[in-house]
């Protein structure tokens, strides 16, 4: 297995909703990465998991919870998002730290929108 | 922190050869790597460099150096499949760990 696999592929959610996006990989990876993508900019590192811990938070709203509760496992928890969180999550993994290429995997996304 | 500039659009011919680049600023570098994505996909890896000079990979190559902080990717034979944005992504590690930063991205349009 070389995929990463997110779900669900396209979500529609209010801004009083709560809910979350999964992501899953079983490559033995132990780095797992949230980003999030708007229409026509590069992807925007949110977080960043190693070893199940969360070891770069880059100021995301409190309204986005990460989650790894596994090594093969990482969800974003969404509550009281804003219409402007309307974007594409996207996941990916990788293996850990050394000079070598391991590949950052990413998952074929999420596309959130918040009405 | 970092900084990664790349030109914002390029037009090429099918067939012809182009080269797309990208300036970064950053410290503890380790690695430059250059993606590809289609409107609406998910980025799908293309090349990597970590030392100075050209990896070639098929149709694509990449060039590293470190010392001016400068990359290029290189695609020849263009297809019209090839119209995409390409991202250059720095990875880098300070006292937090690993970072992966994304460049702002080129979009390339063939033209037949």
């Known amino acids: 297995d070389t995929e990463v696999t997110q779900t669900p592929k396209h979500l529609v959610m209010g801004m009083t909703n709560k809910k979350s996006l999964k992501c899953e990989q079983h490559?033995?990876?132990?780095?797992m990465y949230w980003y999030k993508q708007k229409a026509k900019k590069p992807p925007e590192l949110m977080f960043v998991?190693?070893?199940?811990?969360?070891?770069i938070n880059e100021s995301v709203p409190s309204r986005f919870s990460p989650e790894c509760p596994n090594s093969s496992l990482l969800n974003l928890h969404l509550h009281a998002l804003q219409p402007e969180d309307s974007a594409l999550y996207l996941c990916?993994?990788?293996?850990?730290?050394?000079?070598?290429?391991?590949?950052?995997?990413f998952g074929s996304g999420t596309r959130l929108t918040v009405v | 922190g970092q900084n990664i500039d790349q030109p914002t659009e390029m037009t090429a011919t099918e067939g012809a050869i182009v080269q797309i680049n990208c300036t970064y600023q950053?410290?503890?570098?380790?690695?430059l790597f250059w993606y590809q994505q289609h409107a609406g996909e998910a980025p799908t890896f293309l090349s990597y460099?970590?030392?100075?000079g050209l990896e070639e990979k098929g149709r694509f190559s990449s060039f590293l150096s470190r010392s001016k902080g400068y990359s290029y990717l290189l695609l020849k034979e263009l297809q019209m499949k090839d119209s995409a944005s390409y991202l250059c992504?720095?990875?880098?590690?300070?006292?937090?760990?690993?970072?992966?930063?994304f460049g702002p991205g080129t979009r390339l349009s063939v033209l037949p």
């Open positions: 990916a993994s990788s293996q850990e730290t050394g000079i070598k290429y391991y590949g950052y995997t």
């Open positions: 490559m033995g990876h132990r780095a």
């Open positions: 998991y190693s070893y199940e811990k969360l070891s």
């Open positions: 992504a720095v990875r880098s590690y300070d006292n937090y760990g690993q970072n992966f930063v």
């Open positions: 950053t410290s503890g570098f380790n690695g």
């Open positions: 460099n970590v030392l100075d």
